[in-house]
């Protein structure tokens, strides 16, 4: 898989960078190379699972045309599930078969002691949970009435496929992306130097950050948490929040940098979620992009906060729960989404502050640990390590045998995190006014491939799983 920190994609994304510097200002040639360019960067992978990809693009594709065909005028309802039956389909036979079929297998021998059933176990395609939701909310928007369906084929199929984005997000609105392929494209130098800086920051994240951390405490405490000591299983906790936040922020800053440098802006996906004060503006702040389509497509669908208190309590539960089965196949993140349900519904009505003070200090650190104990649910591999872990933790015993280089990278992670984007990159911008445009193009360019030297090895990044 040509992940974005490997040696396959730095070489691959300069190759794409020059071609598409010779067909970016013609549309169709453009739009052609795109999709070329990025069904290579899904197929590098397992080149069969494109056809699933295909497959969405043209069901989609065509039942668009029929919301606006006289034809079909009064079968709307009809073509909506057409296109949830399908994408939702194909999602739960590869992500969910699995687990459903080990569960049946197990609650048979509990209950009548029969042999397992052997069954062929499907490899989960790269990407899926987001392509998937990206091609439904075109076809719900299109139920709605919200946008016209698009008639360009080769358009369609870049907006369902457009490989920065491809295989973990951002999730992208088809009434946000499609406009920017009938946009001229203008090749503008602060747009490209801000693309550059958007990757090495993700680079950064990603290797020097979260691989780091993975590396030195939070893989091997995770693994036997029985072994260790509760200020280990702390500071590891504390170390998977960095580790899951810098993957996917890198990984999103790396998307959006990219498509940058394409030409073509996507939505931010985080905004320092740490610093939340409460539940709900947590998810405003973490993967942004999955929780608006959760709220825009399932809790409105579902009634929202239309109905009275007890339905709207329902209805955040259910999505919460659902958003954690999205995540993965594991009673683990089910538990993870209920968890986050309960405690939207508990804090409901609870606001944040908005001054700077020690009340604000306080719901911060509460919201950032009870975010903690969420991660532990879903980072822990079975029920009863959970249990393990939990009583570690409450034994309140002490010592720490990992390097301080654990502590150090903790404490540039929270100061990233803590700092506004906006400020470092003025920093950043202030650098680059001082320097040639050559020199810092050199830097930025040398210090990504140190950056892919430094790699422990060609880890994927956490959210290539759901």
Same mark, same amino acid.
């Given at each position: 898989?040509?992940?974005?920190?490997?040696?396959? %994609?730095?070489? !691959?994304?300069?190759?794409?960078?020059?071609?598409?510097?010779?067909?970016?200002? #013609?549309?169709?040639?453009?739009?052609?190379?795109?999709?070329?360019?990025?069904?290579?960067?899904?197929?590098?992978?397992?080149?069969?699972?494109?056809?699933?990809?295909?497959?969405?693009?043209?069901?989609?594709? !065509?039942?668009?045309?029929?919301?606006?065909?006289?034809?079909?005028?009064?079968?709307?309802?009809?073509?909506?599930?057409?296109?949830?039956?399908?994408?939702?389909?194909?999602?739960?036979? %590869?992500?969910?078969?699995?687990?459903?079929?080990?569960?049946?297998?197990?609650?048979?021998?509990?209950?009548?002691?029969?042999?397992?059933?052997?069954?062929?176990?499907?490899?989960?395609?790269?990407?899926?949970?987001?392509?998937?939701?990206?091609?439904?909310?075109?076809?719900?928007?299109?139920?709605?009435?919200?946008?016209?369906?698009?008639?360009?084929?080769?358009?369609?199929?870049?907006?369902?496929?457009?490989?920065?984005?491809?295989?973990?997000?951002?999730?992208? &609105?088809? #009434?946000?992306?499609?406009?920017?392929?009938?946009?001229?494209?203008? !090749?503008?130098?602060?747009?490209?130097?801000?693309?550059?800086?958007?990757?090495?920051?993700?680079?950064?994240?990603?290797?020097?950050?979260?691989?780091?951390?993975?590396?030195?405490?939070?893989?091997?405490?995770?693994?036997?948490?029985?072994?260790?000591?509760?200020?280990?299983?702390?500071?590891?906790?504390?170390?998977?929040?960095?580790?899951?936040?810098?993957?996917?922020?890198?990984?999103?800053?790396?998307?959006?940098?990219?498509?940058?440098?394409?030409?073509?802006?996507?939505?931010?996906?985080?905004?320092?979620?740490?610093?939340?004060?409460?539940?709900?503006? %947590?998810?405003?702040?973490?993967?942004?992009?999955?929780?608006?389509?959760?709220?825009?497509?399932?809790?409105?669908?579902?009634?929202?906060?239309?109905?009275?208190?007890?339905?709207?309590?329902?209805?955040?539960?259910?999505?919460?729960?659902?958003?954690?089965?999205?995540?993965?196949?594991?009673?683990?993140?089910?538990?993870?989404?209920?968890?986050?349900?309960?405690?939207?519904?508990?804090?409901?009505?609870?606001?944040?502050?908005?001054?700077?003070?020690?009340?604000?200090?306080? #719901?911060?650190?509460?919201?950032?640990?009870?975010?903690?104990?969420?991660?532990?649910?879903?980072?822990?591999?079975?029920?009863?390590?959970?249990?393990?872990?939990?009583?570690?933790?409450?034994?309140?015993?002490?010592?720490?045998?990992?390097?301080?280089?654990?502590?150090?990278?903790?404490?540039?992670?929270?100061?990233?995190?803590?700092?506004?984007?906006?400020?470092? &990159?003025?920093?950043?911008?202030?650098?680059?006014? &001082?320097?040639?445009?050559?020199?810092?193009?050199?830097?930025?360019?040398?210090?990504?491939?140190?950056?892919?030297?430094?790699?422990?090895?060609?880890?994927?990044?956490?959210?290539?799983?759901?």
């Amino acid at each position: 898989m040509m992940v974005f920190n490997s040696l396959e %994609f730095a070489l !691959f994304l300069p190759v794409v960078l020059l071609l598409y510097a010779f067909v970016y200002q #013609k549309e169709q040639a453009r739009d052609v190379f795109l999709l070329a360019a990025s069904y290579f960067f899904y197929m590098s992978w397992e080149w069969q699972y494109a056809g699933l990809i295909l497959l969405s693009t043209v069901v989609d594709y !065509f039942l668009g045309l029929a919301f606006e065909h006289k034809r079909f005028a009064h079968r709307k309802k009809l073509l909506v599930t057409i296109s949830l039956l399908v994408n939702l389909g194909v999602l739960a036979l %590869f992500k969910y078969f699995n687990f459903f079929a080990f569960n049946l297998n197990t609650l048979m021998a509990w209950y009548s002691g029969a042999t397992p059933i052997s069954f062929h176990e499907l490899l989960l395609p790269v990407g899926i949970s987001f392509y998937t939701f990206q091609t439904l909310s075109y076809t719900i928007d299109l139920y709605r009435g919200a946008i016209p369906a698009e008639r360009n084929f080769i358009k369609f199929a870049v907006f369902v496929s457009f490989f920065p984005q491809l295989v973990a997000g951002p999730i992208v &609105r088809a #009434k946000d992306f499609l406009p920017q392929l009938y946009k001229k494209i203008r !090749f503008e130098r602060e747009n490209f130097e801000f693309g550059l800086q958007l990757v090495f920051i993700g680079l950064l994240k990603k290797i020097v950050i979260a691989d780091l951390l993975a590396y030195l405490i939070v893989d091997s405490v995770f693994e036997n948490p029985g072994q260790y000591s509760s200020v280990e299983l702390m500071v590891a906790l504390y170390a998977y929040a960095f580790q899951i936040y810098c993957d996917f922020s890198g990984y999103s800053d790396i998307a959006i940098g990219v498509a940058c440098m394409l030409g073509f802006t996507l939505p931010i996906n985080f905004n320092r979620p740490y610093l939340s004060q409460t539940p709900s503006e %947590f998810w405003t702040r973490w993967h942004i992009s999955l929780s608006s389509w959760l709220r825009d497509y399932l809790y409105i669908s579902l009634g929202g906060n239309r109905l009275g208190k007890l339905f709207t309590i329902r209805n955040l539960f259910l999505t919460m729960v659902l958003g954690g089965l999205w995540h993965g196949a594991a009673w683990t993140f089910i538990l993870w989404g209920a968890y986050h349900g309960l405690i939207l519904s508990l804090t409901r009505g609870v606001q944040p502050e908005q001054r700077f003070n020690g009340k604000m200090v306080l #719901k911060i650190l509460i919201m950032f640990h009870a975010t903690l104990l969420g991660w532990l649910i879903f980072r822990i591999d079975s029920l009863e390590n959970l249990g393990v872990y939990l009583g570690g933790i409450a034994d309140l015993s002490s010592g720490f045998d990992f390097s301080p280089i654990v502590l150090m990278i903790l404490a540039l992670a929270s100061l990233m995190h803590i700092v506004p984007q906006d400020f470092s &990159r003025s920093v950043l911008n202030w650098v680059d006014l &001082r320097l040639p445009v050559l020199i810092k193009s050199g830097i930025y360019a040398g210090a990504i491939f140190i950056f892919y030297g430094l790699s422990l090895e060609e880890t994927t990044f956490i959210y290539f799983q759901f």
